[in-house]
């Protein structure tokens, strides 16, 4: 099960590894249900049974099970991201770049298939909402939605990426108002998504 809250931002960035990290509850803390996250910056959650795709009679690895399941829900392109230092080539500037404010010009579909991880997504009012996504759970993130990402104190996860379309890596830092991406996310936000 997925939780998202708002979380302290009175912190002046650029915080220490381990506030960022952290879970930056406020005090008292201020949880989301799924249904005011997704009326409140469009991201939708959908929970995965991984566990089936990890036993298959085929003895096909879980990634190309997924992979099937996903071009099978219209997705032409998946793969792997695996967030560990020794295994991902300039793993500090990726997660730099990460935690950098940004949006894309496409959807952001994240399936967790090992470990945990923060996604920071900016609501209507333009407040951090902070979810965390563990095993098992995939995270829907419209084009347009200003979002960051960073590791959790546990320090790893895997994730699943699925793309409607041919992958566009680009990243566009906030500010990034004028972006057609963005401005088609607006109108869906005053519209409650
Ligand atoms: C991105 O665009 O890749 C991100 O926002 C980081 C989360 S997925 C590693
Ligand atoms: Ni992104």
Redesign the pocket.
């Known amino acids: 099960m997925v939780n998202a809250w708002y979380i302290d931002d009175s912190l002046r960035e650029p915080l220490d590894e381990s506030v960022k990290r952290s879970d930056r509850h406020l005090n008292p803390p201020e949880y989301l249900t799924l249904d005011e996250l997704r009326r409140k910056t469009g991201v939708t959650i959908e929970t995965v049974n991984v566990d089936k795709y990890d036993n298959d009679s085929d003895n096909n690895n879980i990634e190309e099970e997924l992979a099937k399941h996903a071009s099978s829900k219209g997705y032409v392109y998946t793969d792997v991201?695996d967030?560990h230092a020794e295994r991902l080539d300039n793993y500090s500037e990726k997660l730099r770049a990460?935690y950098t404010e940004?949006l894309?010009s496409d959807d952001?579909v994240?399936l967790v298939l090992v470990g945990s991880a923060y996604?920071d997504v900016r609501d209507i009012d333009n407040r951090w909402v902070r979810i965390h996504v563990r095993r098992g759970d995939q995270l829907n993130l419209l084009a347009g939605t200003y979002?960051?990402?960073t590791l959790d104190v546990d320090n790893y996860v895997k994730?699943f990426r699925l793309f409607g379309s041919k992958p566009d890596w680009s990243?566009f830092n906030r500010p990034a108002d004028e972006h057609p991406a963005r401005v088609d996310y607006m109108s869906r936000a005053v519209k409650g998504f």
């Open positions: 991201l967030i990460f940004h894309h952001e994240r996604f979002h960051r990402f994730l990243s």
